[in-house]
């Protein structure tokens, strides 16, 4: 059973930067698990933010960005405004075998 | 503007087989990859499978033995069918479009409650 693990919850200051990590029970994370990260609000479906590790979509906002940091994949909100406030989710693909999301981090602008 | 709409029934009785499909509009489902994942209330993401329009499919493994996901390209629909329900599949279920390495447009969901 494949397990994927993120923070259960962050919190941040207005205008600050966090960063929210992703890892893998099968060992480091690679650019090979193609990261996608999702921002989830209550009452929403997921709305893509990053795909393959750091692309973004044309309606991601520039203070997000996604990387490789220490062997896990890492979403970085920079200058965080309280619209931020949501639960964030990695996704790992697998080999083309299976896709499996992260638990999900509560992120709290506070 | 690709959009996604799930529809079915709302409530289904335990033991018996969830239906659900996802109309497809603002483009065709003559390609990419057509996704099902659900969230059991107040729970994280669990990707349950995906059809490729040529009518290829891979599920979660621990889904497997219970899920099947067609597709219909003349009405650009696909399908999801997961039989012998419990309360613990109760869940809002999301269709989602997918290409290689990316999950791009989502429905908005749609609650599924199984009791009896």
């Known amino acids: 059973q494949t397990v994927v693990t993120q923070e259960p919850s962050l919190t941040v200051s207005p205008g600050g930067t966090v960063t929210l990590t992703c890892a893998s029970s099968?060992?480091?994370?690679?650019?090979?698990?193609?990261p996608n990260w999702f921002q989830q609000k209550p009452g929403q479906a997921p709305r893509a933010l990053i795909y393959?590790?750091?692309n973004t979509y044309s309606w991601t906002p520039a203070r997000f960005s996604g990387s490789l940091l220490g062997g896990k994949a890492a979403l970085t909100l920079s200058g965080v405004q309280p619209e931020d406030e949501a639960e964030y989710y990695c996704?790992?693909?697998?080999?083309?075998?299976?896709?499996?999301f992260g638990g999900g981090t509560k992120l709290t602008v506070l | 503007q690709v959009q996604l709409q799930e529809s079915g029934p709302g409530l289904v009785k335990p033991s018996e087989t969830l239906s659900l499909t996802c109309t497809v509009s603002?483009?065709?489902?003559?390609?990419?990859?057509w996704n099902w994942i659900r969230q059991p209330p107040g729970k994280g993401l669990e990707w349950i499978g995906y059809?490729?329009?040529?009518?290829?499919?891979n599920y979660n493994p621990s889904l497997k033995s219970r899920v099947t996901i067609s597709v219909d390209t003349s009405k650009n629909q696909f399908s999801l069918r997961l039989s012998s329900v419990t309360a613990a599949d109760t869940a809002v279920y999301y269709c989602?479009?997918?290409?290689?390495?990316?999950?791009?447009?989502w429905g908005q969901g749609t609650l599924v409650t199984v009791s009896s």
């Open positions: 393959g590790t750091s």
């Open positions: 996704l790992l693909y697998y080999g083309g075998a299976q896709e499996v």
């Open positions: 989602a479009r997918s290409g290689l390495g990316l999950l791009e447009y």
């Open positions: 603002g483009g065709s489902i003559s390609t990419y990859y």
């Open positions: 059809i490729y329009y040529s009518g290829s499919t």
């Open positions: 099968t060992g480091a994370v690679t650019s090979g698990y193609y």
